[in-house]
């Protein structure tokens, strides 16, 4: 065992050993009752709230988190606020009218979605002015305050290297500004509300856990965390003495064990104040709590994905609904208030999707944990168990992949696409394309697509040329909902995009590890590009030259590609050569599909097709 495991163990142990020794010696104010609340893809606005709240609160929960129509969750995006401010003013009225009964506490959410400039004062005057007409809906609904998921689902805030002024400015100036902003973010939520609890998804904790698998600094900020936080800094500096900053822990959306909870608690609680400067660690003492998350979609076999870890595929109904019971008793344990629950794939509020076994799991973990009871039996052999069954189940889908094969043409002279999304040209009509894109594997067959998408691809001794027809039939929902980011290497990939990836040359066929490149493009011709593994992305730095045009019709968007031979690292483009790549497409939040079927995610290198370069 090496030395970072038993240090690991060592935290665990801390973990069991002092849980309780650490909220005894808490400045916390007496432990207050443990409350559920929701916050999911059912995204309930004030006034869904208003007109439906006597069903709403049917539901197990303590709470709600609420949604703010036409943008105005996302406090950071300030380029249409002109048009945002007045159905955001509304929407304090609107609030004001809710006649909560059985939930008591509810929030607001806020994303971290931005098109404004750190540095630029008016760009944080809209900031600020936004984040006011939040507070004020907020308090108007009678919410115990604010809930902040700092992951962006569009243009980071937090990347250092993408913000505008990274070539002039310094990441320490970058980081020093941030926390300034921080501070007046924090001001602008305390301001007439001493006493308001932000929620933050993940907050230190995860600054923390990536400095114990030793991926970041020794005080666990480094450059690609660092913004983020100076952010969490500058609030923390500037809260008052009621302001709650609640540790919402999202990891443990995976946890399987009740150890997971206990060492997440002891993070929180203590190792994550590591990660706070000096100067701020008795604000950490005062002002951080410990929440926890349930993910219902995870348990409940509800999800897309078929990752190895993804145990519920071998569980029977009984298994899931005893984990989900298990996870909801421990994570009320370790939370000094909350627990949220999340899910993409149901709605509390219709009713539809709601499955089998989740309420009573929920109703048995909450009576267990108010009557001091135990949770009365262990998972640990159910979890073997379903390890060994996924294993098979995946191994027997990943034998019904399609992974398809193709010889591409060579284009001659006269036959070069022009690069403008218009496909026009005759080689369009007069060469094959590729195969009817597909969804992913499944124990019970290939996931349904809604619509067509096909692609071609052809070469010269200079380029690989790729083009894609994605049929739409509703363009201008894709147009103002999804189309997400501008900048180069923004997160495109929250919204509809087309993926292509191609192993780098000299790796394995077979392997998941095996390094490809993969680039990304949108409907709004944004490009995205990284030379990554089948794990995680090896680099950002690869920052190749490539062309790529769109072009929107009444019923589809098309895709014009070309990549330089000499970009991708391939000196001898000749017939016979094989290619081993995908082609895929992301529509909407979760429709996926490819031209060589994956198993699990896109990211399969040893699952991409293979292309051999053909003759004229």
């Not at 941030?178 to 973010?185: A, K, T, W």
């Not at 660690?281 to 995870?298: G, N, P």
């Not at 499944?442 to 067509?452: A, E, K, M």
């Not at 390094?515 to 490009?527: E, G, R, S």
């Given at each position: 065992?090496?030395?970072?495991?038993n240090?690991?163990?060592?935290?665990?142990?801390?973990?069991?050993?002092?849980?309780?020794?650490?909220?005894?010696?808490s400045?916390?104010?007496?432990?207050?009752?443990?409350?559920?609340i929701?916050?999911g893809?059912?995204?309930?606005?004030p006034?869904?709230?208003?007109?439906?709240?006597?069903?709403?609160?049917?539901?197990?929960?303590?709470?709600?988190?609420?949604?703010?129509?036409?943008?105005?969750?996302?406090?950071?995006?300030?380029?249409?606020?002109p048009k945002?401010?007045p159905?955001l003013?509304?929407?304090?009225?609107?609030?004001a009218?809710?006649h909560?009964q059985?939930?008591?506490?509810?929030?607001?959410?806020?994303?971290?979605?931005?098109?404004?400039?750190w540095?630029?004062?008016?760009?944080?005057?809209k900031?600020l002015?936004?984040?006011?007409?939040i507070?004020?809906?907020?308090?108007?609904?009678?919410?115990?305050?604010?809930?902040?998921d700092?992951e962006?689902y569009?243009?980071s805030?937090?990347?250092?290297s993408?913000q505008?002024?990274?070539?002039?400015?310094?990441?320490?100036?970058?980081a020093?500004?941030?926390?300034?902003?921080?501070?007046?973010?924090m001001n602008?939520m305390?301001?007439?509300w001493?006493?308001?609890?932000?929620?933050?998804?993940?907050?230190?904790i995860?600054?923390?856990?990536?400095?114990?698998?030793g991926?970041?600094?020794?005080?666990?900020?480094?450059?690609s965390?660092?913004l983020?936080?100076?952010f969490?800094?500058?609030?923390?500096?500037a809260?008052g003495?009621?302001?709650?900053m609640i540790?919402?822990?999202?990891?443990?959306y995976?946890?399987?064990?009740p150890?997971?909870?206990?060492?997440a608690?002891?993070?929180?609680?203590?190792?994550?104040?590591?990660?706070v400067?000096?100067?701020l660690?008795?604000?950490?003492?005062?002002?951080?709590?410990?929440?926890?998350?349930?993910?219902?979609?995870?348990i409940?076999?509800?999800?897309?994905?078929?990752?190895?870890?993804?145990?519920?595929?071998?569980?029977?109904?009984?298994?899931?609904?005893?984990?989900?019971?298990?996870?909801?008793?421990?994570?009320?344990?370790?939370?000094?208030?909350?627990?949220?629950?999340?899910?993409?794939?149901?709605?509390w509020?219709?009713?539809?999707?709601?499955?089998?076994g989740l309420?009573?799991?929920?109703?048995?973990?909450?009576?267990?944990v108010?009557?001091?009871q135990?949770?009365?039996?262990?998972m640990?052999?159910?979890?073997l168990h379903?390890?060994?069954?996924t294993?098979?189940i995946?191994k027997?889908?990943?034998?019904?992949?399609?992974?398809?094969?193709?010889?591409?043409?060579?284009?001659?002279?006269?036959?070069i696409?022009?690069?403008?999304?218009?496909l026009?040209?005759?080689?369009?009509?007069?060469?094959?394309?590729?195969?009817?894109f597909?969804g992913?594997a499944?124990?019970?067959?290939?996931?349904?697509?809604?619509?067509?998408t096909?692609?071609?691809?052809?070469?010269n001794?200079q380029?690989?040329?790729?083009?894609?027809?994605?049929?739409?039939?509703?363009?201008k929902?894709?147009n103002?909902s999804?189309i997400?980011?501008?900048?180069?290497?923004?997160?495109i990939?929250?919204?509809?995009?087309?993926?292509?990836?191609?192993?780098?040359p000299?790796?394995?066929?077979d392997?998941a590890?095996a390094?490809?490149?993969?680039?990304?493009?949108?409907?709004?011709?944004?490009?995205w590009?990284?030379?990554?593994?089948?794990?995680?992305?090896?680099?950002?730095?690869?920052?190749?030259?490539?062309?790529?045009?769109?072009?929107?019709?009444?019923?589809?968007?098309?895709?014009e590609?070309a990549i330089?031979?000499?970009?991708?690292?391939?000196?001898?483009?000749a017939?016979?050569?094989?290619?081993h790549?995908?082609?895929t497409?992301?529509?909407?939040?979760?429709?996926?599909?490819s031209?060589?079927?994956?198993?699990?995610?896109f990211q399969e290198?040893e699952?991409f097709?293979?292309?051999?370069?053909?003759?004229n």
């Open positions: 065992m090496n030395k970072k495991s240090f690991l163990l060592i935290i665990l142990g801390l973990a069991l050993l002092t849980s309780a020794a650490v909220a005894q010696k400045t916390f104010p007496s432990a207050p009752a443990k409350k559920m929701e916050l893809w059912d995204k309930p606005s006034q869904y709230a208003r007109d439906h709240i006597a069903q709403m609160e049917k539901a197990p929960l303590n709470g709600v988190v609420l949604y703010l129509p036409g943008g105005g969750s996302n406090v950071f995006d300030i380029q249409n606020w945002e401010k159905l003013e509304s929407q304090s009225l609107i609030a009218d809710i909560w059985k939930f008591t506490d509810n929030f607001i959410r806020l994303y971290a979605k931005s098109s404004m400039d540095f630029s004062d008016a760009d944080w005057e900031v002015s936004k984040l006011a007409l507070c004020q809906a907020a308090k108007a609904a009678r919410c115990k305050g604010l809930v902040f700092g962006p569009g243009f805030p937090w990347g250092y993408q505008k002024w990274a070539a002039e400015k310094s990441n320490a100036e970058y020093a500004k941030v926390y300034q902003r921080g501070q007046q973010f602008v305390q301001k007439d001493p006493d308001f609890k932000l929620l933050v998804l993940s907050q230190y995860g600054a923390y856990q990536q400095m114990l698998m991926k970041s600094s020794s005080n666990g900020v480094d450059v965390q660092s983020y936080i100076a969490l800094n500058g609030m923390l500096d809260a003495k009621g302001v709650e540790d919402g822990n999202e990891a443990a995976y946890y399987t064990a150890a997971d909870f206990y060492q608690y002891w993070m929180i609680r203590q190792g994550a104040r590591n990660v400067p000096d100067n660690k008795a604000k950490y003492d005062q002002h951080v709590r410990a929440a926890s998350a349930l993910y219902v979609d995870q409940f076999d509800m999800r897309d994905i078929m990752e190895q870890s993804y145990l519920t595929k071998g569980m029977t109904p009984q298994e899931r609904s005893d984990w989900f019971e298990q996870n909801a008793y421990y994570a009320l344990q370790t939370s000094d208030e909350y627990v949220w629950l999340y899910s993409e794939k149901m709605n509020w219709t009713g539809k999707g709601i499955p089998d309420v009573s799991s929920i109703a048995a973990a909450k009576t267990k108010a009557n001091n135990e949770l009365g039996y262990d640990t052999d159910v979890f379903a390890k060994e069954r294993a098979e995946i027997a889908t990943a034998a019904s992949l399609q992974r398809r094969s193709a010889t591409i043409p060579r284009l001659s002279a006269e036959q696409p022009h690069i403008d999304g218009i026009d040209e005759k080689i369009y009509q007069s060469l094959p394309w590729l195969d009817t597909i992913f499944r124990p019970n067959g290939t996931t349904p697509v809604s619509v067509t096909r692609a071609f691809v052809a070469y001794a380029n690989l040329y790729i083009a894609f027809r994605c049929d739409e039939p509703n363009m929902a894709m103002a999804r997400i980011g501008n900048e180069h290497d923004s997160d990939w929250h919204g509809d995009s087309v993926d292509m990836f191609l192993l780098k000299g790796q394995p066929t392997d590890n390094v490809y490149y993969h680039f990304i493009l949108n409907p709004a011709n944004t490009q590009d990284s030379l990554d593994t089948g794990i995680h992305s090896a680099t950002r730095d690869f920052q190749p030259k490539w062309q790529s045009a769109v072009h929107q019709d009444a019923a589809a968007w098309n895709v590609i330089p031979w000499k970009e991708i690292g391939i000196t001898n483009a017939p016979g050569l094989q290619l790549l995908n082609l497409r992301k529509r909407g939040a979760s429709e996926c599909s031209w060589s079927q994956f198993l699990t995610r290198p699952n097709g293979v292309m051999i370069l053909g003759k």
